[in-house]
């Protein structure tokens, strides 16, 4: 199995403790390409909701330019994938992340597409 394959089956069992039923295969893997090489990197592999610039960086660079959305909408989704996840969990997956944000916004065709 490749690194890739390996990131998505750790994140497909990470989802299916959160309680997502059946993970859209396709959108994972679209989301985890979205992460380009920070997949791969300890740090930068997630999310932390805890650092408002980062929150923002994923707004800016993820929500606005690849799935379109912008202002209350954006802070909404991000709210709810962060509920989601609890605000206590340290492992915010960045692919998880954008994977849930694609649910959320019902821009997975969009994220998928790309």
């Known amino acids: 199995m490749s690194k890739l394959d390996d990131a998505l089956a750790k994140y497909t069992t990470e989802l299916e403790k ?19 090489p920070s997949l791969y990197s300890k740090d930068a592999s997630k999310v932390g909701t805890s ?15 690849k799935l379109g959305i912008t202002g209350p909408k954006a802070d909404k989704a991000i709210e709810n994938v962060i509920a989601t996840f609890g605000a206590k969990n340290r492992n915010k997956y960045r692919a998880m992340f954008y994977y849930l ?5 019902k821009k997975a065709t969009a994220l998928k597409g790309k």
């Not at 959160?18 to 380009?36: E, F, P, S």
């Not at 944000?101 to 916004?105: G, V």
Request: charged content about 40%; glycine content about 8%.
């Open 101 to 105: 944000l694609a649910k959320e916004t």
């Open 51 to 65: 650092d408002k610039k980062e929150v923002e960086r994923v707004k800016a660079g993820f929500l606005a330019k």
């Open 18 to 36: 959160l309680g997502v039923k059946k993970v859209d295969q396709a959108l994972l893997k679209a989301a985890a390409k979205a992460c380009g």
